[in-house]
């Protein structure tokens, strides 16, 4: 189907529009060509001072790919405060002059389908809208309100909600495999980001993308869209991936995952998952789709609870952060990538030799002070790497229980993370930040007394956003090596691409593509 097409089984990529002007819709609708869409939503409740028969002239008469008019209300939403009988007429008028589609509500929907498909023969669809508003109904509650709008007639019907959670997001995926007609149905906002990046892997007739500098909450990008997610790959058999964590803005996993399963020919695709409840995600999320998982900030310890088996290394760190669902039976089994991914990347650093046959003393960490801030999963992961090199662990926590705890895991030292700011390392020591102080957008913060920095010998970073943190540039003036969390990140996502997918992972690609965009 080109973009000058009507919908048909295959999703498109559809730019919302929302300028205040005909002349700069008519800009928009340009540029959202240029950027990818294959058609635009324009939102005629935006458009200050609108003349109906004059401006919808305009815009059909200019649009360069297909065009889906809106002209939401106030009650269901919308912008537009005016006369019913008024906004009516303007739908009516836009699908007489040849719009690809027009939105109706679903509430004056019944008169107005029939009445423009038996008036006006244009070609043109009716998409009949729904916003849910509130609490997510009940399944049945749902299943009523989709079958009052395919007895509308319409040609697309369309289901917007507000989740506050992403287990909520389950019956759009089932809306969408299992619609009568096509069907467009997401939820706002971050935690609904998923219901649009798997659209078309359920069936979804339309998903959404934000153009350049007109950032949505909730919404792709456009570049995104067609860069990282390659949405027109994707397809039933599209296995899911995706990042356990809250927040997850932060995350370049998608940006470095989804081309790597391209450049392997692996038919997946790589998400960001915000997640609020682990206990309630991985009961709604049972489906063999959904295959494997990234366990990011605060989970990996928590998720331990909720793995069938846990892989020895990961049991003894006391933190997950690669799930694999085994297709044979469901179980989900828990992995450790971060520990050998943070001690390579520190040794790798320090000397280009690396830990062999499992004996320290070939370690260039071996006998070496190891200061780790912080005890959590990244923490847990780096500690026990430590260790295991030969290094005299010492951890500083918040939490001192924490701290001790695992302590007693490496043989180490625990000491309050307020005792940190007064701490003098030995000469030649390694500091490893795994909090996440110095992350976007706090990034002028340190965890440590800047005076101390040129006591160490290394200082690494689990933090990779940004590349170059303050710490790192703190430390690099004060002499240290520096290792940022982008090489920790990297060797874990090889890690994890394996578990995956079962196959070697492209090493030297994934390394290209993270000098190139992180």
Same mark, same amino acid.
């Given at each position: 189907?080109?973009?000058?097409?009507?919908?048909?089984?295959?999703?498109?990529?559809?730019?919302?529009?929302?300028?205040?002007?005909?002349?700069?819709? %008519?800009?928009? /609708? !340009?540029?959202?060509? &240029?950027?990818?869409?294959?058609? $635009?939503?324009?939102?005629? =409740?935006?458009?200050?001072?609108?003349?109906?028969?004059?401006?919808?002239?305009?815009?059909?008469?200019?649009?360069?790919?297909?065009?889906?008019?809106?002209?939401?209300?106030?009650?269901?939403?919308?912008?537009?405060?005016?006369?019913?009988?008024?906004?009516?007429?303007?739908?009516?008028?836009?699908?007489?002059?040849?719009?690809?589609?027009?939105?109706?509500?679903?509430?004056?929907?019944?008169?107005?389908?029939?009445?423009?498909?038996?008036?006006?023969?244009?070609?043109?669809?009716?998409?009949?809208?729904?916003?849910?508003?509130?609490?997510?109904?009940?399944?049945?509650?749902?299943?009523?309100? %989709?079958?009052? /709008? !395919?007895?509308?007639? &319409?040609?697309?019907?369309?289901? $917007?909600?507000?989740?506050? =959670?992403?287990?909520?997001?389950?019956?759009?995926?089932?809306?969408?495999?299992?619609?009568?007609?096509?069907?467009?149905?997401?939820?706002?906002?971050?935690?609904?980001?998923?219901?649009?990046?798997?659209?078309?892997?359920?069936?979804?007739?339309?998903?959404?993308?934000?153009?350049?500098?007109?950032?949505?909450?909730?919404?792709?990008?456009?570049?995104?869209?067609?860069?990282?997610?390659?949405?027109?790959?994707?397809?039933?058999?599209?296995?899911?991936?995706?990042?356990?964590?809250?927040?997850?803005?932060?995350?370049?996993?998608?940006?470095?995952?989804?081309?790597?399963?391209?450049?392997?020919?692996?038919?997946?695709?790589?998400?960001?998952?915000?997640?609020?409840?682990?206990?309630?995600?991985?009961?709604?999320?049972?489906?063999?789709?959904?295959?494997?998982?990234?366990?990011?900030?605060?989970?990996?310890?928590?998720?331990?609870?909720?793995?069938?088996?846990?892989?020895?290394?990961?049991?003894?760190?006391?933190?997950?952060?690669?799930?694999?669902?085994?297709?044979?039976?469901?179980?989900?089994?828990?992995?450790?990538?971060?520990?050998?991914?943070?001690?390579?990347?520190?040794?790798?650093?320090?000397?280009?030799?690396?830990?062999?046959?499992?004996?320290?003393?070939?370690?260039?960490?071996?006998?070496?002070?190891?200061?780790?801030?912080?005890?959590?999963?990244?923490?847990?992961?780096?500690?026990?790497?430590?260790?295991?090199?030969?290094?005299?662990?010492?951890?500083?926590?918040?939490?001192?229980?924490?701290?001790?705890?695992?302590?007693?895991?490496?043989?180490?030292?625990?000491?309050?993370?307020?005792?940190?700011?007064?701490?003098?390392?030995?000469?030649?020591?390694?500091?490893?930040?795994?909090?996440?102080?110095?992350?976007?957008?706090?990034?002028?913060?340190?965890?440590?007394?800047?005076?101390?920095?040129?006591?160490?010998?290394?200082?690494?970073?689990?933090?990779?956003?940004?590349?170059?943190?303050?710490?790192?540039?703190?430390?690099?003036?004060?002499?240290?090596?520096?290792?940022?969390?982008?090489?920790?990140?990297?060797?874990?996502?090889?890690?994890?691409?394996?578990?995956?997918?079962?196959?070697?992972?492209?090493?030297?690609?994934?390394?290209?593509?993270?000098?190139?965009?992180?």
């Amino acid at each position: 189907m080109g973009r000058a097409g009507i919908l048909a089984n295959s999703t498109m990529v559809c730019a919302p529009l929302m300028a205040r002007s005909v002349e700069q819709m %008519v800009i928009d /609708m !340009q540029s959202a060509e &240029a950027q990818g869409a294959d058609a $635009v939503e324009v939102r005629l =409740d935006y458009i200050n001072s609108f003349q109906p028969s004059q401006d919808l002239e305009t815009i059909i008469r200019n649009k360069p790919l297909p065009v889906i008019i809106v002209y939401r209300p106030r009650w269901e939403g919308g912008q537009y405060e005016g006369d019913e009988h008024t906004r009516l007429e303007a739908l009516r008028l836009a699908h007489e002059l040849g719009a690809d589609y027009i939105d109706v509500e679903l509430k004056v929907a019944s008169d107005l389908v029939r009445e423009v498909k038996n008036k006006h023969q244009t070609g043109g669809k009716v998409i009949v809208s729904s916003y849910l508003s509130g609490a997510t109904p009940s399944k049945e509650d749902l299943s009523h309100l %989709v079958a009052s /709008m !395919q007895a509308t007639k &319409a040609d697309i019907i369309k289901v $917007v909600s507000n989740a506050n =959670d992403i287990t909520e997001l389950d019956w759009i995926f089932h809306l969408l495999s299992h619609s009568e007609v096509p069907a467009v149905a997401y939820s706002l906002g971050e935690r609904g980001l998923i219901s649009q990046l798997l659209c078309p892997k359920f069936g979804g007739a339309l998903v959404y993308g934000a153009m350049e500098g007109n950032s949505i909450p909730g919404l792709p990008t456009l570049d995104s869209l067609r860069e990282a997610y390659k949405v027109e790959n994707i397809n039933s058999d599209t296995k899911v991936f995706g990042l356990v964590s809250k927040p997850v803005s932060h995350s370049k996993g998608p940006i470095l995952h989804n081309p790597a399963f391209r450049h392997a020919n692996f038919n997946g695709i790589y998400v960001p998952m915000f997640v609020d409840d682990l206990k309630e995600f991985f009961e709604v999320y049972t489906s063999p789709d959904f295959a494997g998982y990234s366990v990011g900030f605060p989970y990996k310890e928590a998720v331990v609870q909720f793995c069938d088996e846990v892989h020895p290394l990961a049991k003894s760190i006391g933190a997950v952060n690669t799930i694999i669902r085994k297709p044979s039976d469901g179980k989900l089994i828990g992995y450790n990538t971060d520990c050998e991914g943070s001690i390579a990347s520190i040794e790798d650093a320090l000397e280009d030799q690396r830990y062999m046959n499992g004996a320290s003393l070939n370690s260039p960490l071996a006998g070496k002070q190891f200061v780790v801030v912080g005890a959590g999963g990244a923490g847990r992961a780096i500690a026990v790497g430590a260790k295991s090199r030969g290094a005299r662990v010492i951890i500083f926590d918040i939490d001192l229980e924490r701290a001790k705890s695992l302590a007693q895991v490496v043989s180490g030292e625990a000491q309050h993370f307020d005792s940190l700011a007064h701490f003098q390392p030995e000469k030649g020591a390694i500091l490893a930040n795994a909090t996440p102080i110095g992350m976007h957008p706090s990034t002028d913060r340190i965890p440590v007394a800047e005076a101390t920095l040129g006591n160490y010998q290394l200082v690494f970073d689990a933090v990779y956003t940004p590349r170059k943190t303050r710490l790192l540039e703190d430390a690099d003036a004060a002499g240290a090596i520096t290792v940022s969390g982008v090489e920790m990140f990297l060797k874990q996502a090889i890690g994890q691409f394996s578990l995956f997918t079962g196959t070697e992972a492209p090493k030297d690609f994934m390394r290209e593509i993270v000098l190139a965009k992180f």
